[in-house]
């Protein structure tokens, strides 16, 4: 042990500065917090957004528009997605939730729909919450079933 290479021991000596413990400490007087002024106040805390009294841009820009609070989003899948599945050995010949969480198409509290793009030739049994007419037609044509949730 020489003198480059001292270090104080472990736990003796605290890593943050005590900040208005008196003008001995280098931070005492405002404590770091300049002179006067809103910020310089115990208490003080000011609302998101907010931009120094001057208009926010929240409050600024136009509004328009309508969100329906009631709206159900569905995952969709292309059947040529779910033919693709089946040339690769990864489904047989039914198809539901757990399947498609699985292979990771939907997410375990997505609802799903089945979309009529692309073209289905394997026999399938699906079961999931909704299908478009065309992709209901089209696994009926293949020789599946379309089982509505």
Same mark, same amino acid.
């Given at each position: 042990m020489n003198l480059h290479n001292l270090t104080p021991a472990e736990g003796s000596t605290k890593s943050r500065k005590r900040i208005a413990r008196g003008e001995g400490s280098g931070k005492g007087g405002t404590a770091t917090r300049g002179h006067k002024g809103q910020k310089s106040r115990s208490g003080y805390s000011r609302k998101i957004g907010f931009e120094g009294g001057q208009m926010p841009l929240q409050r600024r820009v136009p509004k328009f528009g309508f969100t329906n609070i009631n709206r159900k989003e569905? *995952?969709?899948i292309n059947l040529d997605?779910?033919?693709?599945l089946v040339d690769n050995g990864r489904i047989k010949d039914t198809v539901n939730l757990e399947i498609l969480i699985?292979?990771?198409l939907v997410g375990k509290?997505?609802?799903v729909k089945i979309l009529g793009g692309g073209e289905l030739k394997a026999k399938l049994n699906i079961t999931v919450?909704?299908?478009t007419a065309t992709a209901k037609a089209a696994i009926e044509a293949a020789g599946g079933? *379309?089982?509505t949730l």
């Open positions: 569905y *995952a969709g997605k779910l033919q693709e699985a292979n990771r509290n997505d609802l919450h909704k299908f079933e *379309a089982v």
